[in-house]
T-cell receptor
Framework: SQKIEQNSEALNIQEGKTATLTCNYTNYSPAYLQWYRQDPGRGPVFLLLIRENEKEKRKERLKVTFDTTLKQSLFHITASQPADSATYLCALGLSSGSARQLTFGSGTQLTVLP | NAGVTQTPKFRVLKTGQSMTLLCAQDMNHEYMYWYRQDPGMGLRLIHYSVGEGTTAKGEVPDGYNVSRLKKQNFLLGLESAAPSQTSVYFC????????????FGQGTRLTVV
């Protein structure tokens, strides 16, 4: 069956360290993968997109890698800050069909400790 | 910069009651989606629309109906609410181009008692 798994439901790290979140998937052939941030009581907010033919994408302190052989994406936040505390969702964009549907993982709750 | 607006933000229903959730977007997006989010299960797609007048089923469509009479609006209806439909509902929209980001509303917290 198809499955998207994000590592541990919760991750605590110290301020200034690099946070690494993992997204693994099985039985999917995604055309792209996206990462979203969700704060309590709010809707998800888009952060980064990486396509199947790309290995790495960067945006300020964020970096995403995409390994279609391992079926895995890693999401890094460098020099983490307490303001980075939130739940982070990965989402797969499937190549089939006319609608750009996204299939979401259940998220990892990140807490950056001061 | 309204983006995606959901109405209402909170609602409590009794089992068997009906209601409609309204989603409005001002970005001229072709695609619109309704998701539900439950603890530990992530966002699950209920129904979606690729354009005005068209709708399609997602992963968990049972118990819900939708309509998209105008491009900017996407309505989610519950005909006979059940406690299993207690959830947070999110509407989202995106452009037709593949791989673009989805814009989400702020969510509707629905409790069915």
């Amino acid at each position: 069956s198809q499955k998207i798994e994000q590592n541990s439901e919760a991750l605590n790290i110290q301020e200034g360290k690099t946070a690494t979140l993992t997204c693994n998937y099985t039985n999917y052939s995604p055309a792209y993968l996206q990462w979203y941030r969700q704060d309590p009581g709010r809707g998800p907010v888009f952060l980064l997109l990486i396509r199947e033919n790309e290995k790495e994408k960067r945006k300020e302190r964020l970096k995403v890698t995409f390994d279609t052989t391992l079926k895995q994406s890693l999401f890094h936040i460098t020099a983490s800050q307490p303001a980075d505390s939130a739940t982070y969702l990965c989402a797969l964009g499937l190549s089939s069909g006319s609608a750009r549907q996204l299939t979401f993982g259940s998220g990892t709750q990140l807490t950056v400790l001061p | 910069n309204a983006g995606v607006t959901q109405t209402p933000k909170f609602r409590v229903l009794k089992t068997g009651q009906s209601m409609t959730l309204l989603c409005a977007q001002d970005m001229n997006h072709e695609y619109m989606y309704w998701y539900r989010q439950d603890p530990g299960m992530g966002l699950r797609l209920i129904h979606y629309s690729v354009g005005e007048g068209t709708t399609a089923k997602g992963e968990v469509p049972d118990g819900y109906n939708v309509s998209r009479l105008k491009k900017q609006n996407f309505l989610l209806g519950l005909e006979s609410a059940a406690p299993s439909q207690t959830s947070v509902y999110f509407c989202a929209s995106s452009t037709r181009t593949g791989g673009t980001e989805a814009f989400f509303g702020q969510g509707t917290r629905l409790t069915v008692v």
